[in-house]
């Protein structure tokens, strides 16, 4: 990174006298191309990455499209990209393997998202706190089931993190600092203007009531005033237990729910179990733990607003 910083001030400066005279050997960085190597965990981190750093910034996602990121294994080859990355931007709490790769290769240049914005307990809807339904909807709270790291379904919050992780990256090449911050600043008005939207449609929902997969729109629900009721864990691989299925199956039906949620990349199963037991329909809502087949965070953030009206249904 140091190379790579000194030859882009090096560029402005002296780089032709360099040239002419043999000496640099500018380019030799680890992407070759004099952009700061940027590795992040999985899809939001990468996207928020991209889009601070436009083309001054090389990202690689470590989790693949396929991939449940939850489970994400470090390989060797990772582990040397993490190693050698300009920064490593997670999410300490939500891959286990990636936070311990950073830890043990790179800890000083690492960027953890939940710094800034810091974990919450898991959500429950409040059935299951024990509260009083005319208080809200659930809540997040430390029940033992661990912190919820889905902070990237509130806009706000991301917003929060673009902002610092600009500044992070200007502090790392301050060459380009203007730059992240304007882009930075652009992305948080449109974060911000994603918020308003989303409030807006769904604001006025016959139903309040969503019946996720996993324990995933913990911080979507709160900002939202929805009842977020999940049937797996905040990990989808914390699968429930038949106790579980009968209780988010009692408080599905007392909340006349319409549509069980599934996702991409959990099998389906129990969700379409459910939605039979309860004469319900299923429809997709992606927690964006992976890059969308299409489009990108906004265009899917849009698309599971409109499952959710129609689930709802909203006016
Ligand atoms: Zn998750």
Not at 33 to 61: C, H, R, T, W
Not at 187 to 205: N, W, Y
Request: proline share 5%; net charge negative.
């Amino acid at each position: 990174m140091i190379m790579i910083v000194m030859c882009k001030k090096l560029s402005a400066l002296l780089l032709g006298a360099l040239l002419a005279s043999g000496l640099t050997s500018c380019g030799i960085g680890q992407s070759g191309d004099g952009k700061l190597d940027v590795v992040a965990g999985f899809y939001p981190m990468a996207y928020i990455s991209e889009q601070i750093g436009e083309n001054s910034i090389e990202v690689s996602n470590l989790t693949g499209p396929t991939t449940e990121p939850h489970d994400l294994e470090i390989t060797p080859r990772q582990r040397t990209r993490i190693a050698d990355a300009d920064l490593a931007v997670f999410l300490k709490g939500f891959q286990p393997a990636f936070d311990a790769a950073i830890a043990n290769h790179n800890k000083d240049r690492g960027f953890n998202a939940a710094d800034i914005e810091p974990l919450l307990g898991g959500y429950v809807p409040v059935e299951e706190s024990g509260g009083n339904p005319e208080g809200g909807h659930g809540k997040l709270h430390d029940d033992g089931q661990g912190k919820d790291p889905h902070i990237w379904l509130n806009p706000i919050r991301l917003a929060n993190v673009v902002a610092a992780l600009a500044k992070r990256l200007g502090q790392i090449d301050p060459s380009d600092a203007l730059k992240f911050n304007r882009a930075a600043a652009q992305l948080r008005g449109k974060l911000q203007a994603l918020d308003t939207e989303i409030s807006d449609a769904l604001h006025d929902c016959t139903s309040r009531t969503i019946v996720t997969s996993h324990n995933a729109f913990g911080y979507f629900a709160e900002r939202y005033k929805l009842k977020q009721v999940a049937i797996n864990g905040l990990s989808p691989e914390q699968e429930p237990s038949p106790e579980r299925l009968a209780e988010v199956s009692r408080i599905a039906q007392a909340n006349h729910v319409s549509t069980v949620f599934f996702e991409n990349l959990v099998s389906p199963k129990l969700s379409e179990t459910l939605a039979r037991e309860i004469g319900a329909k299923t429809a997709k809502l992606d927690p964006l733990e992976s890059k969308p087949g299409h489009g990108d965070y906004f265009s899917q953030m849009r698309a599971n607003v409109q499952a959710l009206r129609t689930a709802l249904q909203c006016s």
